[in-house]
């Protein structure tokens, strides 16, 4: 048995019946409706120290920008709280079953991207948490960030509930259907945009639509050609990054001439190395490209901070791109609580786990460790930077097209656990009726609470100035 298997051998050694009766047996220790609890642990950390121990790891000059990121709003918050909330599910109720969590698995962190044969498909995009744990973590981190992004929104607690509702019931049918399946035909469910048209079309109105065809034909245009149209311009007769700062800095921007070389030769031969994770027919395509420029970018919300740089690479000529993106991969959010799951690098981590729990993943997909990179050991992941990506936007959303997505999100979640865990176990647990859906629409409202708690945790430590928050 694999070290880095979820689940361990019991998914190849019992039958179905014995599987679902598992399932089955797990209600009288813990009952579906326990998973509405949440009270906070009585010595229960800090929220603002445990963010601050993350951003003690991360580049100091850019930490004020996570900290201003995360004061804007309770959902922006809780978008960098992934630390916070693992602490805080490791002390709720779960039935032992496991699966390749995503570790971070809020409603933004779904959304439309390509295949490799350049197809439209909705999945889960962030693994930087991925690790093997409770199933129900991954669920009622989803649930929560329904309530907190209904509340931005005005929703009502009966709409909020609704919603809850609807991705819980999505990915508690998605498992059973699953349940009933083969693995293969498991293995091979996607979600692809344009046959999620065709199931909603009748279900939704002609301004919903609209939304949705201009949702999806603006991540078609978001791809390499975009971005080097978007990024870059011609300085001396070369191509070169242009600079934004501080959310995009050339090398030779950051630092000093020999500095800024030292460490292009170091990103350059990440570059190179990471090249042997991939497969090998990627692996030549990536070796008939030439690095021609790289810069440091600050992504997201709770990664703002990490070592981030994207690299420029050119292929036939000065007018042929690819955008490729070294993100740093830290321990997970999970480890802690969850074990630390086997991987040999935290890069090989974050791959491992995207491409179990993805229908399809980019192909330049990988990661590589360095030791050149500010004299450290650091571990790295590497994927395209852009490649037809379209992202919610969720305050613009009704409750009824909230709903909507909720559903997409919960069935996605589910196929991407039927993938790596017991699918028949935790469908016998979950059962026909809404007792478990109920609970979590519970458990979110009171989780809603205590992240609204938490960020007023944060902006009175900006006000005291025991941290420093910028805008950028």
């Not at 570790?103 to 779904?110: I, K, Q, R, S, T």
């Not at 001439?257 to 990536?286: C, H, N, P, W």
Request: net charge positive; aromatic share 8%; glycine share 8%.
């Amino acid at each position: 048995m694999s070290d880095n298997n979820p689940t361990g051998h019991e998914l190849r050694h019992h039958t179905p019946r014995e599987r679902a009766e598992r399932g089955k047996s797990f209600r009288s220790t813990v009952p579906r409706s326990a998973h509405a609890e949440f009270t906070p642990p009585r010595k229960r950390t800090d929220p603002v120290d445990l963010i601050d121990a993350q951003s003690a790891k991360r580049v100091p000059e850019l930490v004020p920008i996570r900290y201003g990121r995360m004061s804007e709003s309770p959902f922006r918050f809780y978008r960098g709280a992934a630390a916070i909330m693992a602490a805080d599910l490791a002390e709720t109720p779960r039935t032992g079953i496991r699966v390749q969590c995503c570790g971070d698995a809020h409603l933004l962190n779904f959304r439309l991207l390509a295949s490799p044969e350049r197809r439209l498909m909705f999945d889960i995009n962030d693994f930087d948490e991925t690790l093997p744990g409770p199933w129900e973590w991954d669920v009622k981190r989803l649930a929560a960030s329904l309530v907190i992004a209904g509340r931005a929104n005005g929703f009502s607690v009966k709409e909020r509930k609704s919603v809850v509702r609807t991705a819980v019931r999505s990915y508690r049918e998605r498992m059973r259907e699953y349940a009933g399946m083969g693995n293969l035909a498991v293995w091979y469910t996607r979600f692809e945009a344009d046959e999620l048209q065709k199931a909603f079309a009748p279900r939704l109105d002609a301004d919903t639509l609209e939304r949705w065809d201009a949702t999806r034909e603006k991540a078609r245009s978001h791809d390499t050609l975009q971005v080097f149209d978007k990024l870059t311009h011609v300085v001396g007769g070369r191509r070169r990054i242009a600079d934004d700062p501080p959310l995009l800095v050339r090398l030779e921007s950051l630092m000093p001439k020999a500095e800024s070389g030292m460490l292009e030769t170091e990103i350059s031969r990440l570059v190179e190395r990471y090249g042997q994770s991939l497969q090998s027919d990627r692996r030549f395509l990536l070796e008939t490209y030439r690095v021609a420029d790289i810069a440091r970018k600050v992504v997201g919300v709770g990664s703002v901070g990490t070592r981030c740089w994207i690299v420029l690479l050119l292929g036939k000529d000065d007018e042929d791109p690819l955008f490729l993106q070294a993100k740093e991969a830290d321990e997970s959010v999970l480890a802690p609580y969850a074990g630390a799951g086997g991987y040999r690098t935290q890069g090989e981590r974050v791959v491992a786990g995207q491409r179990l729990m993805q229908a399809t993943s980019d192909i330049f997909l990988g990661w590589e460790r360095t030791t050149g990179i500010d004299g450290r050991r650091r571990d790295f992941y590497v994927r395209q930077l852009r490649d037809m990506k379209g992202i919610a936007a969720t305050e613009n959303m009704s409750p009824k097209r909230m709903s909507m997505f909720a559903w997409l999100c919960g069935a996605t979640l589910a196929r991407a656990h039927a993938r790596s865990g017991d699918r028949i176990a935790i469908a016998g647990y979950l059962g026909g009726g809404d007792v478990f859906d109920r609970a979590l629409a519970t458990f979110a409202e009171l989780y809603a609470d205590q992240n609204e708690k938490d960020h007023r945790a944060l902006l009175d430590a900006v006000r005291a100035g025991r941290v420093r928050a910028e805008s950028a």
